[in-house]
């Protein structure tokens, strides 16, 4: 993400309850994106179910990284959600609130 210039926020579509890989580049990528104040959400790709960041340790690393879960929400309802609080505030706790 640190060649994207501009990116501002970013879905993760992770497996099941909320779970994604743990390489050690993929967690610094998302590390340094949230310090640089990037809003990082993240849903579960499966049809049914939703993001439950307590509940295994990946997804709590995730969540301790300052990434949002977003719950049972669909990709285009996350989308849609973070495009219009991005439009409409610069500040990321705002919006992490408000998410």
Request: aromatic share 8%.
């Amino acid at each position: 993400m640190a060649g994207i210039s501009g990116l501002k926020g970013l879905i993760i579509e992770s497996f099941g309850a909320g779970n994604a890989p743990t390489h050690k580049w993929f967690l610094k990528e998302i590390k340094d994106f949230v310090l640089r104040g990037g809003i990082t959400i993240n849903i579960t790709q499966c049809p049914k179910g939703s993001v439950m960041s307590d509940m295994y340790e990946t997804g709590r690393r995730l969540f301790e990284l300052g990434v949002i879960s977003g719950g049972d929400m669909t990709t285009e309802a996350a989308v849609t959600r973070l495009m219009y609080l991005l439009a409409n505030s610069n500040d990321p706790e705002l919006i992490k609130r408000m998410f």
